[in-house]
Every structure is written in C-alpha cells, then in structure tokens.
C-alpha cells in the first residue's frame, strides 16, 4: 500500500485503544491520522491535488511518504534508535502501521505516539518557520512530555483534597538588577501589530517604558522587535545587569537555541544575540502572560501608535 491508497475499513471498536490511551486529545487524534494514512506528508498533498514539492523537507532526499517522515528519514530513524533502540523494528509499509503502532504501544506505551508527534512537530518547525530543530532539543521534547503527560494523567486518579491557588505577579528583581519586560501585540494574527515593553528597578520602581507600530505583520515579529528594542534602550542607558521577561517561548527559542541562519527574521535575532553577548548581566526568562500584563498594556498601544518607537517616562494613566 501506498500514500494514494486507503487504509482498509476496520470495526469500530478496533480503534478503541486509541481514545483509550492517556495522552492529550490532539496527540489521539494526530495518532489516529496516522494510521488512517491522513496526516499532510507531500505526496499526500499532491495526491490530493495540492501541488507541492514531495521532497522531504528534512533531509531533501527522497520522497516524503508517511512511512518516510515518520521513520524512514534519516533524522527520524536517529530519533527512533536513540529512544527505543536500533533492534526494535519500525514499519516498512503503510498496510503495517496500524498493527505496529498497537504493538508498540502495547509494549512500550505512550512513548510511541509522542515520538511520532514530536517527529511531525519537528517537520512542521522546518516547514512552517524554517527552524531546524536540534536533535538533541527533539529527544528532550519527547521524554519531557512524556514524564509531563504520565504524571498528569496519573493525578487525575488521586484524591484531590485542596487545591492551592498559584499567585502570578510581576518577579522583583536582586539588589542592583533592572528588570525589562517585553511583550508584542497585533489586532489579528497577521494584523496591525505593536510592541511595547518597561523597565523597572530591583524593587517595582518605573523607570521607562517604551511602544512602536511595526504595521500590518504577525505576532512573532512584534515579539523579537519588543525584545530587540527593550535590550537596545537597557544598553544605552548604561545598565549592567538585566533581567528580562517575555511570555513567548517561541521567541526565547529562536534567540538562545535555534539556528536561525535561513530564518525571516535572522537579522533582527543577530542583534539581540550581540547585545546578550556584551559584557553585562543580561537574563532572558519566560513568565506566564498574567505575569507581563504591564508590558502587554504597552504593546497594545503599540498596535494603534503613529509612532516607531516612543520611549515613555511617565508610567500611562
């Protein structure tokens, strides 16, 4: 069987161990996508009259088949050999992804989905923004995920006698240190779009902020402007040790993991990464959005400004 053919029609309660598994819905459905042979590969595409290079866009060699891109490419056998092992077998064939994946799961359980999702979630990285996921940063994924989504599943199972409420709030900083927080906006994904940001001294005190329009374009590029603004202000007011918040992880990987050297906005991630290497004290930290809610407010105001870039002394009304 092939990409252009059809998964053979099973009984219904077949696919019961799939809903049965505990792992997150998106992750049943992507494995029940799987075996139905559904999930968007090239040659899938093209078969279904979406023209599209069917060249894997991971190792740009052979076809990408389903059975190729979730095993067969190089990247994902290495991947598969490093978390179960290069004696365990992986399907040669569509027609025995389904009796596979039940065995596998059977022997060695949600292990199995995860890596085919963090597999796919890695392709789709190339794909969609261009970003080469390192390997070591995939297999951290997956048994990261899988400890997460074990010990999730798990509670649901224990008494819960109290829960205790989790305060968000804006994180003081250590004597001396400034803290930036940097947010980025935009009306619709893409939209009109802003970025703002604030800097405060170790104890809450408002020293500036800062707003700007980027114009018509997406979240992410308001994100890596508010950061790349923020540390250029941090800079030229002369402070020496920074802690700065985003709540997008999106941006914090692209900055100090990815590389970006093929990436839409890699001129703009060149900048910030050579004032990170200046000599000074520079954190970049992740906070839940409850937590940046100043610098979201700023940002927002960014998306309706006239302004590219409007340093504020006075914190807004």
Not at 29 to 42: D, E, G, K, S, Y
Not at 187 to 209: K, S
Request: proline share 4%.
């Amino acid at each position: 069987m092939n990409d252009e053919e059809t998964v053979p029609l099973l009984p219904r309660d077949c696919w019961n161990w799939v809903w049965k598994l505990k792992i997150p819905a998106n992750v049943q459905f992507f494995l029940w996508q799987v075996m139905h042979l559904a999930i968007p590969t090239r040659t899938i595409l093209n078969h279904r009259g979406i023209p599209s290079d069917s060249i894997c866009p991971i190792c740009d060699n052979e076809l990408e088949t389903l059975i190729h891109c979730l095993f067969n490419c190089n990247r994902a056998k290495a991947i598969w050999n490093l978390m179960v092992g290069p004696s365990f077998g992986l399907p040669e064939e569509d027609s025995l992804i389904f009796t596979w994946s039940h065995d596998s799961v059977d022997k060695l359980g949600i292990v199995i989905p995860i890596t085919m999702w963090s597999i796919w979630c890695a392709r789709n990285a190339k794909v969609f923004d261009d970003i080469n996921m390192p390997l070591m940063a995939t297999l951290s994924k997956i048994k990261v995920m899988t400890h997460n989504v074990t010990q999730a599943f798990n509670s649901m199972h224990k008494e819960i006698t109290h829960i205790q409420p989790k305060l968000i709030s804006w994180q003081k900083g250590h004597l001396d240190s400034y803290i930036l927080n940097v947010d980025g906006s935009a009306q619709t994904n893409p939209g009109m779009a802003g970025f703002g940001g604030l800097i405060r001294d170790f104890d809450g005190q408002f020293m500036c902020g800062f707003h700007g329009n980027i114009g018509y374009s997406n979240i992410l590029h308001a994100e890596i402007l508010a950061l790349m603004h923020g540390i250029q202000i941090c800079c030229d007011e002369g402070l020496r040790d920074i802690i700065c918040y985003t709540d997008s992880m999106h941006t914090i990987h692209l900055v100090q993991y990815a590389d970006v050297s093929t990436h839409h906005y890699e001129n703009k991630i060149a900048i910030i990464r050579k004032y990170m290497a200046k000599d000074w004290t520079f954190q970049l930290c992740h906070t839940l959005r409850e937590g940046n809610m100043c610098a979201d407010f700023l940002a927002k105001l960014g998306t309706r400004s006239t302004s590219d870039l409007l340093i504020v002394l006075n914190p807004p009304a």
